[in-house]
């Protein structure tokens, strides 16, 4: 029998609490359709109904969690060094991570092919922080590939944190990882009057949406031109 439902406390929000509540304290494994169902007071075709399946269900709880994790960080206002904001943010992912495990390894649970809801908002996040380096002409790779090594050496060392007993974590592999990240991605300064073609090419990408005079068909192909200036060997 399911339960009543009160203002703000529907089904759905009753389910997400209810799986959120199971993972954090037994894991992905502890989620079942017939434990959130009694936790939840809910039968199994509400959840159906509402999530499709399981891995519906979990993507939402993801998703869920990543919004509120971002929601108490609406105070953080940009500064005007993108590179110091990248820090900020690098810093702020790993304590989500730490303080939310089941959540953080559903969020980036491995998908051939495919990016997890929840990981792909974050990437979308982080992507935003690339750019503003890009246009202050201090990136030195293209901004996808930069994205993608920042992303795999954050959650990276997320993981490989998140492994260890809590009492030995050496909290210095993530100052180091996103040192040596920072070092290899961006310049140590904002650009010079002539910061080569590659670095011309990445800040001239970074700030094509803010162009009206090109056509989008322009902007894509101007865009691919800019994309093999800033991959080219160096």
Do not use: C
Not at 63 to 77: C, I, P, Q, R, S
Not at 94 to 100: D, R
Request: charge should be negative; avoid cysteine; proline fraction near 7%.
């Amino acid at each position: 029998m399911e339960v009543a439902d009160s203002p703000g406390d529907g089904p759905r929000e009753r389910i997400l609490a209810a799986t959120a509540e199971l993972l954090a304290s037994g894991g992905r494994e502890a989620v079942s359709t017939r434990a959130v169902s009694a936790a939840a007071g809910v039968q199994a075709p509400t959840i159906y109904r509402l999530f499709g399946d399981k891995r519906g269900l979990l993507d939402a709880v993801a998703a869920e969690g990543f919004a509120a994790y971002l929601n108490d960080k609406t105070g953080v206002e940009p500064t005007a060094d993108p590179v110091e904001d990248l820090r900020t943010g690098w810093d702020m992912h790993i304590e989500f991570g730490l303080a939310n495990p089941a959540l953080y390894l559903l969020m980036n649970e491995p998908r051939p092919g495919a990016v997890p809801p929840a990981a792909a908002a974050g990437i979308e996040i982080l992507a935003g922080h690339i750019r503003r380096i890009a246009a202050a002409g201090r990136l030195r790779v293209g901004e996808e590939r930069a994205v993608r090594l920042v992303h795999a050496a954050g959650s990276g060392t997320v993981i490989t944190l998140i492994a260890m007993p809590a009492g030995e974590r050496d909290h210095a592999l993530s100052v180091l990882a996103r040192e040596a990240i920072i070092a290899a991605i961006t310049t140590g300064a904002p650009a010079t009057a002539s910061p080569g073609p590659s670095g011309a090419a990445t800040a001239l990408r970074a700030a094509l949406p803010q162009t009206t005079a090109l056509t989008t068909g322009e902007q894509t192909l101007l865009r691919e031109w800019l994309d093999r200036i800033t991959t080219q060997p160096h």
